[in-house]
């Protein structure tokens, strides 16, 4: 007997498979957006289902965000579960309008009669060397709008799962997929029964009692290797992965912080006004008395996404959460 | 040496011939806003519909100065009044099949009633008790749409996904003159265009944008010579004969629905009352021009024609005004009810199950609601 060695899976395969898995399951998934058909899409995320399931099912539309998302809209009022996908995260504001006066909130709007189960693609975040208007961390919009739920994988297998729960949910979801790691491999197998997750559960991805390091996405992996390179300093940092920041999961958070006594929350959205002042202000609220440091936040600046040549300066690296995790040795008067 | 020396024997290769992709000349509206009432078109016209359009247009009419009143009386937060659009209100809620879908704006709660929705419950959103009253599924009627033109799409869109499911449903959207400016009108209409969507657009070109004039919203010939450029038919039609708009909306579906595509209709006609209660109209407009409009109303056209035809006898007329009076007094009376509202609906319809972060909200609500009670007794 033969065994042919699994050639592991990046991230972009395992969404993939993903929507080719929900498309098989349900022939009312549609995929839907530019380039999406013939060309897979420009991350190729949607590679091969044109061909697989025909063109109905998986359209390249036109030019064009709102038509996108709007007739979507439409799509999803008829019972069908479109898939859409945006091109890149500061091309999806054109549909902002559609995503928040109408996908947010029709069922609210119609009393519950009118759900309308659309997953809406985004690929976000820097660090790809994208020139302007690619590198966008556009989630502190997406939270900010009530009837959405906002999800983001950090994992090969968290990339297959959640999608397939996005898909399958009832209420329209914002996934959030961090460009820099759609060519990251992990141990995911795709011959293997694949799990689908509940969305709104966090996951701590590595345990440790010093400190706890609340993250997402992209900066998940930055998280982990800044632990790594902590425990040559005594810390034995803890590392949250969020996976969804609507429904926000306090719970698992909350007991972290409760264990470690003390947090930093990373991402590469900007520090004020993004989702980090919202999650330190939970975590206070919820671990107040367990604290002995204030909850710290390693974000973005407040800036425009800078040009390539200088988003290393702009994104949380790992250096810049060691010396954040440092000022938790905060004593009164500091 | 002259440059075109230089390029000496150089012939460049001329470019692949070009086609049009469309004949556009099909595509183009008339010069004349179409007509029935009170041209030879007439006589042909079906005595059944005339009389369920005149029916319709009485009791629209009346629901109209209804509601107006309500404002008055602070039963309605607001009322857009369509009061001389009634036939265009009208015509789309009638050409429709039951199997077919009506994406309304804001204006057009008369559509809404006409197609056979609750009165009270087209009110829901312009009364302040909830956003849509009605199931959209059960009317196919989908709610009300305030944004402008952003409803467009949707209709494009569910209209798409029924010939995909193999339905021969159609979508008619209407939208206001001013709302053909914004960018959601043109992506739908395209969008439709290229898919062959089995949908209608219907422009009611009242003349305004609240006060901005059509003259300041657009330097096209007509709002319906908009659908060339996307290689959609154009229908321009008077807005005010009911019997016109029916005809051009019916053939429209008809072509719909038959798989020839979408259609952009613009019908003339004219705002009678101000944008809403809350607008003072003389700001922007002369009343002598109002009352030009005043003489060309939709019911007194199809009376004269129904008279001129022998079709409406005094009996009719008693018993359509009498229809409209009830339901008019009907409205008036559930309308003059307090509404019932349970606070606790608020977390009702975010999402299909709450997040933590509403539930905690609700217990909050709940709490201060229990403790009003008690202070309460
Ligand atoms: C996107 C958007 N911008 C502005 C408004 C505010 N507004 C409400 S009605 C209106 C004028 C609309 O005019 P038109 O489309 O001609 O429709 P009409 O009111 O004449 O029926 C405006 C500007 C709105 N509802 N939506």
């Given at each position: 007997m033969t065994t042919v060695a699994l050639k592991p899976a990046t991230m972009a395969q395992a969404l993939t498979r993903a929507l080719r898995d929900a498309m098989a399951a349900d022939p009312t998934v549609h995929v839907l957006g530019?380039?999406?058909?013939?060309?897979?899409?420009v991350f190729r995320v949607t590679d091969g289902l044109a061909k697989e399931f025909g063109e109905d099912r998986c359209t390249d539309t036109p030019l064009a965000e709102a038509g996108i998302l709007g007739t979507a809209v439409g799509m999803a009022m008829y019972g069908l579960r479109p898939v859409v996908e945006m091109q890149f995260d500061a091309f999806a504001y054109p549909a902002f309008e559609q995503l928040i006066?109408?996908?947010?909130r029709m069922r609210n709007r119609t009393r519950g009669r009118m759900p309308l189960p659309i997953t809406v693609r985004v690929p976000y975040g820097g660090?790809?060397?994208?020139?302007?208007?690619?590198?966008?961390?556009?989630e502190a919009y997406y939270i900010a709008t009530p009837g959405l739920h906002v999800v983001t994988p950090a994992t090969v297998a968290d990339a297959y799962g959640l999608l397939r729960a996005a898909i399958a949910s009832d209420d329209p979801v914002v996934f959030l997929e961090p460009k820099r790691l759609y060519w990251s491999k992990d141990?995911?197998?795709?011959q293997e029964p694949q799990s689908v997750e509940p969305i709104g559960r966090a996951v701590v991805r590595r345990p440790g009692r010093s400190a706890t390091l609340i993250t997402y996405g992209p900066s998940v992996p930055v998280c982990l290797e800044a632990a790594e390179a902590a425990r040559a300093e005594g810390w034995d940092l803890e590392v949250v992965d969020?996976?969804?920041?609507?429904?926000?999961?306090d719970e698992t958070v909350a007991a972290s912080v409760r264990r470690t006594g003390r947090a930093v929350v990373v991402h590469?959205?900007?520090?004020?006004?993004?989702p980090g002042g919202e999650i330190a202000a939970r975590v206070t609220e919820r671990c107040f008395h367990h604290l002995e440091a204030p909850v710290l936040r390693v974000a973005g600046?407040?800036?425009?996404y800078p040009p390539p040549m200088l988003e290393r300066h702009h994104l949380p690296g790992v250096d810049r959460i060691l010396d954040a995790v440092a000022r938790l040795q905060w004593e009164a008067g500091n | 040496m002259t440059v075109m020396e230089q390029r000496g024997a150089y012939r460049p290769t001329p470019p692949p011939a070009w086609q049009p992709r469309t004949d556009p000349a099909p595509l183009l509206p008339d010069a004349e806003p179409y007509r029935v009432l009170?041209?030879?078109?007439?006589?042909?016209?079906d005595p059944e519909l005339l009389r369920r359009l005149y029916a319709q247009l009485v009791r629209g009419r009346r629901y109209n100065v209804q509601a107006t009143a309500l404002t008055k009386q602070g039963r309605l937060a607001v009322y857009p009044s369509s009061t001389g659009q009634e036939a265009c209100e009208v015509a789309a809620a009638l050409v429709?099949?039951?199997?077919d879908w009506l994406f309304p704006s804001y204006r057009d709660t008369l559509a809404v009633v006409a197609r056979g929705v609750d009165p009270v419950e087209a009110l829901t959103l312009l009364r302040g008790?909830?956003?849509?009253?009605?199931?959209?599924h059960e009317h196919r009627v989908a709610p009300l749409c305030t944004?402008?033109?952003?409803q467009l799409p949707h209709a494009v869109g569910l209209a798409h996904a029924a010939r995909l499911k193999g339905d021969d449903v159609v979508a008619l959207a209407l939208v206001g003159d001013g709302g053909t400016s914004e960018g959601d009108f043109h992506e739908a209409l395209n969008f439709a265009a290229v898919w062959q969507a089995p949908v209608v657009f219907l422009v009611q070109?009242?003349?305004?944008a609240i006060s901005v004039p059509l003259a300041k919203q657009t330097?096209?010939?007509?709002?319906?010579?908009?659908a060339v450029g996307y290689g959609m038919p154009g229908r321009l039609v008077d807005g005010n004969d009911a019997a016109a708009v029916h005809e051009v909306l019916a053939d429209a579906v008809r072509r719909a629905r038959e798989g020839g595509g979408p259609t952009l209709v613009e019908a003339v006609t004219y705002?009678?009352?101000?944008?809403?209660?809350?607008?003072?109209a003389t700001r922007y407009r002369a009343d002598a021009e109002v009352e030009t409009w005043r003489e060309h109303d939709p019911i007194e056209l199809l009376e004269r024609e129904m008279n001129a035809r022998g079709l409406l006898d005094e009996d009719t007329r008693r018993t359509v005004r009498e229809a409209a009076e009830e339901m008019a007094a009907d409205l008036r009376a559930r309308m003059n009810q307090d509404a019932v509202l349970d606070p606790?609906?608020?977390?009702?319809?975010?999402?299909?199950e709450p997040t933590p972060q509403l539930r905690e909200q609700q217990a909050l609500l709940r709490a201060e609601l229990e403790a009003e009670q008690e202070g309460a007794h």
């Open positions: 530019e380039d999406v058909g013939a060309l897979g899409g006066s109408h996908v947010a660090g790809i060397g994208g020139v302007e208007h690619h590198s966008d961390s556009s141990s995911w197998n795709p969020l996976r969804s920041l609507v429904p926000f999961d590469e959205s900007g520090s004020f006004g993004g600046f407040d800036l425009p | 009170g041209t030879e078109a007439a006589a042909q016209a429709l099949q039951e199997r008790d909830w956003h849509t009253g009605y199931d959209p944004p402008l033109a952003t070109n009242n003349g305004f330097a096209a010939p007509s709002l319906a010579h908009k705002r009678i009352d101000a944008h809403t209660n809350a607008d003072d606790m609906d608020l977390f009702s319809h975010v999402y299909a």
